[in-house]
């Protein structure tokens, strides 16, 4: 079989059978994280980013303008974790490099592969050789050179997964680390399963894919950050207009309004009231405005809509345009101050974070890590124009960064990489300056923090000249694994060597789903012990898979 021409229906079910095949191997990608903790969630992330690009590509024609546009819209914003945002602006790029075509020949198709590679490169502050950016910069090069020598798209792509084989079994020669723990790239295999898949959907027995496409099932945190940013409205229009007339009673309008509705505001003089509500009947809002003054700037928006077009922006723009702010967040932009996100994973971390300020906590970290739509629901909606956003893992900051683009409101990305530093940075808040210095002072004592993870590992690896065995307890300071045991309290122990310094002044230790207060407490007064020069502050952080959190200051 021979492709000669590319169209939308080809492209479609190419996105299909990668998804299909992605979904079908990503705990494999899962499991050759480097670190042997319960987190390596490349497979999950990619998987998921990939899916959320399908759903779009489901809800609209066959036209490749259209289907374009769709993978780009909708990997952009089902982006999670790094290798999901590297993943999303492979897309996007190759995407924006079909912009508005029907058809494309080979050397068409090659050159959107290299500017996917491109777009992906300039999405990545620090770019590392030896990941997913070099398995598709390879592969798109290979792709490129068999498209000059007359290839047609089958041939090409046939081309361009054995170059990119071949550049995955070298990436453990690239980055000692992947060398040392055994593994090959989880990113750049997942790009390949992408691109056999493709392969695959053009095959004759493909193109009648089942239509009706399932796409990766929720599990665990993942189904509470789908229910956080998704509420059931109760009220489903945003209504705002400004009522000019005399004698105008703020107070009573106010009282009279609170019966149709909620997301009440109704400020403003005795001659000039501007009115916001989230009501079912806005005719009756109106009536209710009618009958003090005459309406002006009269803005109705179903806010049921709101998501949908968010979904629909044009990924072709520059990430720096805005999309329109969503209609649960309008007539609170005018609240002075500044507002603060933060991502979590436990209930009590989550009440932790609350109670020092934060308005919105995102569910997601260690675990499962949040979308950009997630992420930029949380900030359209928050009650303030300008955002502080904590993402509190490596792993989030992409996809922060992604969201603050998207987004029309002023966003400032502290770059905290752990819960400990995020709470550092909370405490370094100050309500009264601006964004920006805010931003900068709250980045500014991140470092000063030091934090150890306690978890288990979850298959035999070697790290450091290390042997670690599954089920071991592994203890993580600064990142990097440094002790190793068999007893939770055992490996706290050992890392508090690699944490505690003379000047150190504070050790605080947040326990999760696999501790006891009773054995926290106890734990507690045994660091105390041995750093008596420190204050021992114990709290329950309910973070599943991560028996303690410890910081130290």
Request: some cysteine; overall charge negative; glycine content about 10%.
């Amino acid at each position: 079989m021979q492709l000669e021409i590319l169209k939308g229906v080809h492209l479609r079910q190419m996105l299909l059978a990668s998804a299909a095949l992605l979904q079908e191997n990503k705990q494999e990608l899962n499991s050759l994280n480097v670190f042997p903790v319960p987190d390596g969630d490349t497979g999950t992330n990619m998987s998921l980013t990939i899916s959320a690009a399908v759903t779009e590509v489901e809800g609209t024609n066959d036209d490749l303008c259209n289907v374009v546009d769709a993978l780009a819209n909708g990997s952009l914003m089902g982006a999670r974790g790094n290798s999901g945002v590297i993943l999303s602006q492979l897309f996007r790029g190759f995407a924006s490099s079909l912009e508005g075509k029907l058809s494309v020949q080979p050397l068409e198709f090659a050159r959107a592969l290299q500017e996917g590679v491109k777009t992906a490169y300039l999405g990545v502050m620090k770019p590392v050789e030896g990941t997913i950016l070099t398995v598709a910069k390879e592969g798109a090069k290979a792709a490129m050179k068999a498209a000059r020598r007359g290839e047609d798209i089958i041939g090409l792509l046939k081309i361009a997964i054995r170059e990119a084989e071949e550049t995955l079994a070298r990436t453990p020669e690239m980055l000692p680390v992947l060398k040392e723990a055994g593994v090959v790239d989880a990113g750049g295999k997942g790009l390949l399963y992408i691109l056999q898949g493709a392969l695959e959907g053009l095959s004759p027995d493909k193109l009648i894919y089942p239509p009706a496409y399932v796409s990766p099932e929720i599990e665990g945190a993942e189904i509470k950050t789908a229910l956080d940013k998704s509420p059931v409205l109760e009220y489903q229009y945003c209504t705002e207009f400004i009522i000019k007339g005399e004698d105008l009673n703020v107070d009573k309008m106010r009282e009279q309004l609170s019966t149709m509705g909620d997301s009440i505001m109704a400020v403003g003089t005795t001659k000039v009231v501007k009115v916001h509500i989230h009501t079912n009947h806005p005719g009756q809002v109106l009536e209710l405005g009618l009958r003090q003054g005459t309406l002006h700037d009269l803005k109705i928006d179903n806010m049921a809509e709101q998501h949908r077009e968010i979904l629909d922006m044009s990924a072709q723009n520059n990430l720096s345009s805005t999309p329109k702010t969503r209609a649960d967040s309008a007539g609170k932009e005018e609240e002075e101050g500044l507002g603060v996100i933060a991502v979590a994973l436990g209930e009590g971390m989550g009440n932790i974070l609350r109670s020092l300020g934060v308005e919105r906590v995102v569910s997601g970290g260690q675990t499962m890590n949040p979308s950009t739509e997630d992420l930029l629901y949380n900030i359209e909606n928050s009650r303030y124009s300008s955002i502080i956003l904590l993402p509190n893992n490596k792993n989030v900051i992409l996809a922060a960064q992604q969201a603050r683009k998207l987004s029309n409101k002023h966003v400032y990305v502290v770059p905290t990489t752990t819960i400990p530093q995020g709470i550092a940075a909370l405490l370094a808040f100050n309500p009264d300056a601006s964004l920006e210095a805010n931003g900068e002072d709250m980045s500014a004592v991140i470092g000063e923090i030091k934090t150890g993870e306690v978890t288990y590992a979850v298959r035999d690896s070697r790290f450091n000249g290390e042997e670690i065995k599954k089920g071991d307890i592994i203890g993580l300071a600064q990142g990097d694994i440094v002790a190793i045991g068999r007893e939770p309290t055992e490996v706290v122990m050992g890392l508090m060597e690699h944490l505690v310094e003379e000047t150190s002044e504070i050790v605080t230790i947040y326990y999760g789903e696999g501790a006891t207060s009773t054995a926290t407490e106890k734990l507690a007064v045994k660091i105390q012990n041995a750093y008596p020069h420190c204050d021992v502050e114990a709290y329950n952080g309910g973070q599943p898979l991560y028996y303690y959190i410890l910081s130290v200051e």
